[in-house]
């Protein structure tokens, strides 16, 4: 298990123009310091809409299509979410795109109600958990935030469930202190590191995002957070040395609670 270097991209949206959001981010991605994992915003490629009809694609649509070209052009690993039509439901996507074009998907358990979302999308089943480069990833989307359950850790037979869990956003600024509270909560109660991804600007319906993307240790220290509101490429060193000391130090794991989540 090497270190793992991680590139976050907190950056304005172009509203409902999956072309011009392309565009946008594949220029960033030339600014990458040879990370091993890219993370793009919630919905990178519309901003947070929830007029499905308008916007949705195929799994072989030309934003998954783009993201495949961009991890096997530039060798890391890309991840985002976008909105899949798949059996007449629209779903809420994460896609984790390997450098070899493989692309692993997580929909999104918890869906929005106060701004529409649970009217439009289907509701994901299933957790993720990916293996990179000797990592266990735990990728989520924004309001999965607020449920704990969800994204809780596992220590069975001597071994985590994951060791690093990552949000993808498009978060309000009016709510940026919950956003900060709660990525140290879940990086402290699951002796994991935490990365938390959030747009910036003004989206099509008048709401504002401020950022405030940070990666944060498992002892709930900060190690890197963009400046709000401004466009910046976040990048950092997660420390498999580091995270293994602690585990193995403060052994509170074995004092979790065990429990089985139904659906």
């Known amino acids: 298990m090497q270190d793992l270097r991680v590139s976050l991209i907190q950056d304005v949206l172009h509203w409902e123009n999956a072309t011009a959001n392309r565009a946008h ?10 990370p091993d994992l890219v993370l793009l915003p919630e919905m990178f490629n519309t901003g947070f809409t929830v007029q499905p009809e308008k916007v949705a694609e195929e799994m072989n649509g030309p934003s998954l299509d783009w993201m495949r070209r961009m991890a096997v052009q ?9 909105i899949i039509r798949e059996e007449g439901q629209y779903f809420n996507r994460l896609i984790f795109m390997h450098p070899d074009g493989k692309a ?3 929909d999104k358990r918890h869906l929005f109600r106060m701004g529409g979302e649970d009217r439009h999308f289907g509701m994901g089943k299933k957790p993720l958990i990916v293996e990179y480069r000797g990592w266990k990833i735990m990728p989520l989307i924004c309001y999965d935030l607020r449920f704990p359950v969800w994204a809780r850790n596992r220590f ?4 985590f ?9 498009n978060w309000p600024a009016a709510r940026s202190h919950p956003w900060k509270a709660l990525l140290t909560a879940r990086a402290i109660e699951n002796q994991s ?15 504002t995002y401020c950022g ?15 400046e ?18 602690f585990r193995e130090k403060f052994q509170v794991a074995l004092d979790w609670d065990r429990f089985e989540l139904k659906e």
């Open 25 to 34: 981010f594949e220029a960033l991605l030339e600014k990458t310091a040879s």
């Open 74 to 82: 530039h060798g890391f690993a890309l991840s985002g979410s976008l």
């Open 104 to 106: 692993e998907s997580y």
């Open 156 to 159: 069975e037979g001597g071994l």
């Open 161 to 169: 469930a994951y060791d690093f869990a990552f949000y993808l956003a």
């Open 193 to 207: 590191y935490v990365a938390g991804l959030n747009r910036i600007g003004e989206d099509g319906q008048g709401i």
């Open 212 to 226: 405030d993307s940070r990666i944060i240790d498992p002892k709930g220290e900060l190690l890197a957070t963009a």
């Open 228 to 245: 709000a509101s401004q466009a910046t490429i976040l990048e950092s060193v997660l420390s498999s040395a580091s995270l293994q000391a």
